[in-house]
């Protein structure tokens, strides 16, 4: 029995692959005289002509590995590929250190522990680079005498 048109005219309304569109066998004369859409999709409301579930990935495991992350697991460093800079950015890695000597040197101002105009001075040179961390720059303030005692 060649049900090809049935087949076509189905997947057309169940909007689906042919190859998804599933006749019941015992009514399957019944199903050779539907001719029009609106005979098929009778059948469809009947339960005559169903659609396959679709075969997917699962991603079970994925989101299991992805919760495992969430928790910090999973990121040692035999998980690591590439420089230094593609786990952390350039830009990533700057932002963290400025703004580390940002609220250092915002703090001292706030205490008075600088010099009158030591402050815009050692902004400036923290935003050119010229600062590795804060321990540097209590060096430097130590070394050029910039500090005031409490």
């Not at 299991?64 to 910090?72: L, V």
């Not at 697991?73 to 250190?97: A, H």
Request: hydrophobic share 30%; proline share 1%.
């Amino acid at each position: 029995m060649k049900l090809t048109v049935q087949k076509r005219l189905a997947a057309s309304v169940l909007k689906c692959s042919s190859k998804r569109v599933q006749f019941v066998s015992e009514r399957l004369p019944d199903i050779k005289e539907a001719i029009t859409k609106a005979d098929i999709r009778a059948l469809v409301s009947e339960g005559l002509i169903s659609k396959v579930q679709e075969k997917g990935v699962s991603r079970v495991r994925a989101k299991h590995k992805a919760e495992q992350r969430k928790k910090g697991l999973q990121r040692g460093p035999g998980k690591k590929k590439g420089k230094k800079t593609s786990i952390v950015s350039r830009k990533e890695t700057w932002m963290i250190k400025i703004r580390a000597q940002r609220n250092f040197l915002s703090e001292l101002k706030k205490k008075s522990l600088l010099k009158d105009g030591a402050y815009k001075n050692l902004y400036r040179k923290s935003k050119g680079g010229f600062f590795r961390n804060k321990r540097h720059i209590k060096l430097y303030l130590n070394e050029h005498g910039l500090g005031r005692k409490e």
